[in-house]
């Protein structure tokens, strides 16, 4: 993929969850992101709002950004439904206006929007809108339990709590220690930090496990050992259960690591409690023991805004609540504890 310089939107959502591209690519694509737009925060330090460490600026408008030569505008949150605020549309406007792509993961679909095409064009510009399913996909047949390769997929006690995190983690320590690992992307953060992938929740419900299928078979044939998918929901939760379970029957997968974050009560933007680890590690496992054995080795957690004793406490409890199972924060402590608890259960 070409180097990419990007202008990243938060505008008035610049938080570790809501704004979790931006944080992502921070993480994964620092060099780059040029600066990141958020007037309500604009000459704070960025990393100490985002949890990640970065001398990226943030600016107050595109015009701010200009000296800086950004060359894309992407949008950089995950608000509830993917629905793009309004107020936007002037900056996506002027952004084209001023040589910039733009790169849309909401499922407010920018190529919809007759005004933003035209004045793209008009400007020799493009609009990448990542949740436009561009393929053809089947439905699921259970053709992913025979590939060559080990099939792994982080699942969570809640939805935006580290899978994406997890995965790529896991991904690249595997790569590491000497396996051929292949990160799959199913979000859209995780298409564009990969560059590759499919946005799994702006596929028709039917053909989820398909598209999943399809990608894991299509990874099995570059001759990996190892496919890492990411993790979409959370099976209990009521509004995003679909895909998760769309995901697991796609993946069929060898293992499972649980991601859970040990500060959140109630599932995100409902007031159902969050499952006991020990029930979400058996409601996983007896989901798929009909169709493939599989089961959950590690947890991975979300300790974001503890110090490091409530980090180690954390750990030190899940170990206790899961029987002895390894655990990790991949950011904060890790993934090493996760990679040997997977490569230990498949040894």
Same mark, same amino acid.
């Given at each position: 993929m070409p180097q990419r310089r990007m202008l990243v939107m938060?505008?008035? =959502?610049?938080?570790?969850? $809501?704004?979790? #591209?931006?944080?992502?690519?921070?993480?994964?694509? %620092?060099d780059e992101v040029v600066a990141v737009l958020d007037a309500q925060h604009a000459g704070a330090d960025l990393a100490s709002i985002v949890d990640v460490q970065t001398h990226v600026p943030i600016v107050d408008s595109v015009a701010a950004a200009l000296p800086l030569q950004p060359d894309h505008l992407v949008i950089g949150v995950a608000n509830p439904g993917g629905i793009l605020p309004p107020?936007?549309?002037?900056?996506?406007?002027?952004?084209?206006?001023?040589?910039?792509?733009?790169?849309?993961?909401?499922?407010?679909?920018?190529?919809?929007?007759?005004?933003?095409?035209?004045?793209?064009?008009?400007?020799?510009?493009?609009? =990448?809108?990542?949740?436009? $399913?561009?393929? #053809?996909?089947?439905?699921?047949?259970?053709?992913? %339990?025979?590939?060559?390769?080990?099939?792994?997929?982080?699942?969570?006690?809640?939805?935006n709590v580290g899978k994406m995190l997890a995965s790529i983690e896991l991904a690249r320590d595997l790569t590491s220690r000497g396996h051929a690992a292949r990160f799959v992307a199913t979000g859209q953060t995780g298409v564009l930090v990969a560059g590759h992938g499919e946005v799994i929740d702006a596929v028709k419900s039917d053909f989820v496990s398909g598209a999943v299928e399809t990608l894991v078979l299509e990874a099995d044939e570059e001759g990996v050992e190892f496919i890492v998918v990411e993790g979409q929901g959370a099976m209990l939760h009521p509004g995003f259960s679909g895909v998760t379970l769309g995901l697991m029957h796609g993946v069929l997968p060898d293992r499972m690591i649980l991601c859970h974050q040990p500060s959140r009560q109630f599932m995100r933007h409902t007031r159902i409690p969050v499952p006991a680890l020990d029930e979400s590690i058996a409601l996983h496992q007896q989901l798929l023991a009909p169709i493939h054995a599989s089961r959950v080795v590690a947890v991975a957690l979300n300790c974001v805004g503890m110090s490091p004793q409530q980090i180690r406490e954390s750990i030190d409890q899940t170990q206790r609540a899961t029987g002895g199972m390894p655990a990790a924060d991949c950011a904060r402590t890790g993934v090493e504890p996760l990679t040997d608890a997977l490569l230990e259960s498949l040894a």
């Amino acid at each position: 993929m070409p180097q990419r310089r990007m202008l990243v939107m938060t505008d008035g =959502h610049l938080d570790v969850f $809501v704004a979790k #591209t931006a944080v992502s690519l921070l993480r994964y694509c %620092a060099d780059e992101v040029v600066a990141v737009l958020d007037a309500q925060h604009a000459g704070a330090d960025l990393a100490s709002i985002v949890d990640v460490q970065t001398h990226v600026p943030i600016v107050d408008s595109v015009a701010a950004a200009l000296p800086l030569q950004p060359d894309h505008l992407v949008i950089g949150v995950a608000n509830p439904g993917g629905i793009l605020p309004p107020a936007w549309r002037a900056t996506i406007i002027e952004a084209l206006a001023n040589g910039m792509d733009v790169i849309n993961g909401l499922h407010t679909l920018l190529t919809d929007d007759e005004e933003l095409v035209r004045c793209a064009a008009d400007h020799g510009r493009r609009i =990448h809108d990542l949740r436009r $399913v561009t393929r #053809t996909y089947p439905i699921g047949s259970g053709k992913a %339990a025979g590939t060559r390769a080990r099939r792994i997929l982080t699942v969570g006690t809640d939805c935006n709590v580290g899978k994406m995190l997890a995965s790529i983690e896991l991904a690249r320590d595997l790569t590491s220690r000497g396996h051929a690992a292949r990160f799959v992307a199913t979000g859209q953060t995780g298409v564009l930090v990969a560059g590759h992938g499919e946005v799994i929740d702006a596929v028709k419900s039917d053909f989820v496990s398909g598209a999943v299928e399809t990608l894991v078979l299509e990874a099995d044939e570059e001759g990996v050992e190892f496919i890492v998918v990411e993790g979409q929901g959370a099976m209990l939760h009521p509004g995003f259960s679909g895909v998760t379970l769309g995901l697991m029957h796609g993946v069929l997968p060898d293992r499972m690591i649980l991601c859970h974050q040990p500060s959140r009560q109630f599932m995100r933007h409902t007031r159902i409690p969050v499952p006991a680890l020990d029930e979400s590690i058996a409601l996983h496992q007896q989901l798929l023991a009909p169709i493939h054995a599989s089961r959950v080795v590690a947890v991975a957690l979300n300790c974001v805004g503890m110090s490091p004793q409530q980090i180690r406490e954390s750990i030190d409890q899940t170990q206790r609540a899961t029987g002895g199972m390894p655990a990790a924060d991949c950011a904060r402590t890790g993934v090493e504890p996760l990679t040997d608890a997977l490569l230990e259960s498949l040894a």
